[in-house]
DNA sequence: GTCTATATACGGATAGAC
DNA sequence: GTCTATCCGTATATAGAC
């Protein structure tokens, strides 16, 4: 896992994993019985812990739904700073340097951004009627994704958060414009939304 | 450059390049002393391309400067509908595929986004007071650009246009709120903007 | 500048003893 | 299941005649 999201599928050899993991070769194909199905393990593994290991402690103490849209993307601007803009969205990276048209790691692939949109789809519904009829969580919920991955890639391009914030800050916007123009749940005008995490 | 887009950069075998340009080998390596060099040369080029073969093409016919962002936006749109969600944004897939520290190209594909961004932002400085102040062009223009990859990307992964229109249309929506949210420039209500094309 | 032939390393994958 | 040794193709790059 570590190497395919430092170095891509392509770059790293077989022999890189069998250093990094300090097996041999015939340990290694006894049950990976081609560096494909490595792939297809790393891409099963990303999703089966984009809720324990992602989600959750993104989440831990922010309760509000909109707000923990928002902690999803900072989790993302954390590791790009921890790692000097070197990691970023594993899925992401992954799916724009496989080109070959293989069903299966596709299927994965898109699985992992179903998972993630599907987290944010939840926590939009949530959110119940701050957010306006028209504004389809689903679409709202892909729309995130598609911010989140292009904020990344240009983080990691410039070696800088510029596009990052600016795209969060930007989507922040909407939602805010999102909220307000809502129909109001209360009669008297709504308490400002609590912004203090960050 | 039709290689790299089509296979990706790591993909592509000196050997494919000399095929497809039916060069030989003592040519090619005259002109490009390394695979590297020609990484460079394409990375150049699409820059240089920006301009006349994607702009230009995108807005001929297209006055509103609003109305551009969103035609340039189509042109992915069609791309993909066209290459059977083979092809998508080159520079993009280049980001995300090289790992390497390479300054020299990181410099370029940072100069490729930089180049598109730009164009978008002269869009919405043209746009002028439909447009909240608050608004910062920089920061919307690295904003659509996230929004584009992030839906190309999911695009290219579903083999589906949903995420990608529905991004676009979120896009949409943020604009139109954006304009409503303006200081009228008018004293009589703007006729409707021209959308006529597409 | 272009041609053919080739150097040299490394890729994924396998053989077969233990 | 794990070990070492190795097959064989393909990779980038080069040599040297023309």
Not at 73 to 101: D, K, N, Q
Not at 148 to 162: C, F, K, N, P, Y
Not at 190 to 197: G, H, R, V, Y
Request: hydrophobic share 45%; proline share 6%.
């Amino acid at each position: 896992m570590r190497l395919f999201l430092e170095k891509g599928y392509g770059s790293t050899s077989v022999a890189d994993v069998l250093r990094a993991a300090r097996a041999n070769s015939g340990s290694l194909y006894h049950f990976f019985p081609a560096k494909h199905d490595l792939l297809l393990a790393v891409l099963e593994r990303y999703r089966s812990e984009i809720e324990p290991r992602l989600l959750a402690p993104a989440w831990r103490g922010v309760a509000d739904p909109i707000e923990r849209v928002f902690a999803l993307l900072r989790v993302y601007r954390r590791l790009l700073v921890e790692t000097g803009f070197f990691y970023g969205c594993p899925v992401g990276s992954l799916a724009l340097e496989i080109h070959e048209p293989d069903p299966a790691v596709r299927r994965l692939l898109a699985a992992n951004f179903e998972r993630w949109a599907g987290a944010v789809r939840g926590c939009l519904r949530e959110a119940g009627d701050r957010l306006p009829v028209d504004a389809d969580p689903r679409e709202l919920s892909l729309f995130v994704l598609a911010v989140m991955e292009g904020a990344v890639m240009q983080a990691r391009t410039h070696r800088s958060l510029e596009a990052f914030d600016a795209s969060v800050r930007r989507l922040r916007d909407y939602f805010r414009r999102l909220e307000k123009g809502a129909r109001r749940p209360r009669l008297r005008p709504a308490p400002a939304a609590k912004e203090k995490i960050r």
